[in-house]
């Protein structure tokens, strides 16, 4: 059993900052890309960035130069760092991880946290 739980959502003032946080636990063997995600009411679920083991980095143009994603390997924790927030930025944000729960069986599973709130007012 492997659980993904967000935390660090919450109300900001546009221009504020927030930092997200997403941990791991359960039955890991090995965790390899995570990645944030994010839903605005209305809208389709989209890439917000991922990053890979080593530590390779992606984003959404829409975010590039404000939001940071890093991850604790040790921590089996996810971040996303976000920066000059703006009222477009409100919507539920999911993290998800490709993860290994068998030493013997190489077989990857995509898993999903439940989401945290961001809602940025103007």
């Known amino acids: 059993q492997v659980q993904l739980v967000e935390s660090g959502g919450g109300l900001v003032q546009a221009g504020g900052s927030l930092r997200l946080s997403c941990a791991a636990s359960?039955?890991?063997?090995?965790?390899?890309?995570m990645g944030w995600y994010r839903q605005a009411p209305g809208k389709a679920r989209e890439l917000v960035a991922t990053?890979?083991?080593?530590?390779?980095?992606n984003y959404a143009d829409s975010v590039k130069a404000r939001f940071t994603i890093s991850r604790d390997n040790a921590k089996n924790t996810l971040y996303l760092q976000m920066n000059s927030l703006k009222p477009e930025d409100t919507a539920v944000y999911y993290c998800?991880?490709?993860?290994?729960?068998?030493?013997?069986?190489?077989?990857?599973?995509?898993?999903w946290g439940p989401g945290t709130q961001v809602t940025v007012s103007s």
């Open positions: 998800s991880a490709d993860i290994r729960t068998m030493k013997y069986v190489p077989r990857w599973n995509e898993y």
């Open positions: 359960g039955s890991i063997f090995s965790i390899n890309a």
């Open positions: 990053i890979t083991k080593d530590g390779s980095t």
